[in-house]
């Protein structure tokens, strides 16, 4: 069928609009019309060429869709149902995923770079017949789809939530939950650091809040994204753009500095900082993705000294198919403020306004492309 889709296919040249064809769904594979896709600050690396994947391609990793069609073999779904992507889609077979590490999936990894479903093969094609990557194995700035029926979370009947907020889950609420809750593992009274009050910090931010941490410290260059940290559970603000925020951190922490330094920015100079803010056994958990290439550079003489951990994690740690499902759960509680976290509806022809909104720091929360 013929469909719309923002096309990659060159590293930081505009996005067009092109109509592809998409085939249909193959054995384990649904096909769905995308309802709402967030715009991720990964999507601008990869624009950029900071996160590199294979061109073209259709990107979009953020999203909610409903099943039109579902091909051979699939059990669990069925036209009309909504769904939420999942951008690594494990395999159970390799390494990763016989170890228990899901979201390192060696097979999904090698898919997730070049555009290919889990058979190896992408659905779309551009009007001269030639291959078109699908990205993250969802192609969410696309009007159409098709997904492997295990990286599509059925969303159940009773949950209402509008496709702007469920379509976090896939990722920044995903992500900023695990870097608390399976990575840092941080518990009532620990004192937690955030850099970057984006959509991920900012579901950092919230869990640390709901684990009662205390303090959460949220970090940003932007005052602007003072007032949002504030409410989704942070006690203290640093615009870091004025204040150096390793002695304020240092005071309220009676000296010592955090447990645990989330570094949501994946900025050097704000990776430096979160080295230097947490305390003797602290953890910067590394959530944020540097360009490729960059360096930077810390001091490696108190990581034995003071016992200090730079723990990189990639969704962190979750097991896409088996947490995204009781995640919905208390997303639908409204006790994680998806309502607040999405500030912004636009359309798939205003991506180019979002990328320029969010490489100068200005979007606030999350924008999410509406698809009607
Ligand atoms: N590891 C993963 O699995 C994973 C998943 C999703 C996103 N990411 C990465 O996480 C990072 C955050 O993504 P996002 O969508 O929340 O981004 P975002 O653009 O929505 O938010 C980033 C925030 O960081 C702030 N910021 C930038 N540089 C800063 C600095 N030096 N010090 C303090 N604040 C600074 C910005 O003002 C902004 O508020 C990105 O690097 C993204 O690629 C990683
Ligand atoms: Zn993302
Ligand atoms: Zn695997």
């Not at 779904?77 to 992507?85: A, M, N, Q, S, Y």
Request: proline share 6%.
């Amino acid at each position: 069928m013929k469909i719309k889709a923002a096309v990659l296919r060159q590293y930081g040249v505009p996005m067009e609009i092109e109509e592809l064809e998409l085939a249909g769904p193959r054995q384990h594979e649904v096909q769905v019309k995308m309802l709402a896709c967030g715009f991720c600050h990964s999507d601008l690396s990869v624009w950029q060429g900071d996160i590199p994947q294979d061109v073209p391609m259709v990107p979009g990793h953020e999203a909610c869709a409903v099943v039109e069609k579902v091909g051979p073999g699939v059990t669990g779904l069925k036209p009309g149902d909504r769904v939420i992507g999942c951008w690594m889609v494990p395999c159970g077979h390799c390494y990763q995923c016989r170890r228990g590490h899901p979201n390192l999936c060696d097979t999904s990894k090698v898919f997730f770079q070049n555009g290919n479903l889990l058979d190896g093969t992408s659905r779309l094609t551009d009007k001269n017949g030639k291959r078109v990557g699908l990205g993250s194995f969802i192609a969410g700035f696309a009007t159409h789809s098709v997904m492997p029926d295990v990286g599509a979370i059925r969303v159940p009947d009773h949950i209402k939530l509008p496709p702007e907020q469920l379509c976090q889950l896939g990722c920044s609420v995903a992500t900023g939950w695990g870097s608390i809750v399976n990575v840092a593992q941080a518990r009532e009274g620990n004192s937690v650091g955030v850099w970057g009050c984006g959509g991920i910090g900012l579901n950092a931010i919230r869990f640390a809040s709901l684990r009662n941490c205390r303090p959460v410290v949220a970090v940003d260059l932007e005052e602007s994204k003072r007032s949002i940290a504030m409410e989704f559970g942070a006690t203290h603000f640093i615009d870091s753009s004025k204040t150096d925020p390793i002695p304020v951190i240092k005071e309220l922490t009676g000296g010592e500095g955090l447990e645990f330094a989330i570094e949501a920015t994946g900025d050097p100079g704000a990776q430096v900082q979160a080295w230097y803010a947490i305390r003797a056994n602290g953890m910067v958990v590394a959530i944020g993705i540097a360009p490729l290439n960059s360096v930077t550079n810390i001091p490696m003489f108190y990581a034995p000294l003071h016992a200090k951990t730079i723990r990189g994690t990639l969704y962190g740690e979750t097991h896409p198919t088996e947490d995204l499902p009781s995640l919905m759960e208390v997303m639908n509680t409204g006790l994680l403020k998806t309502d607040k976290l999405v500030t912004k509806l636009i359309r798939l022809e205003d991506l180019g306004k979002v990328q320029e909104a969010i490489a100068a720091r200005k979007v606030i929360g999350r924008w999410v492309i509406r698809y009607d």
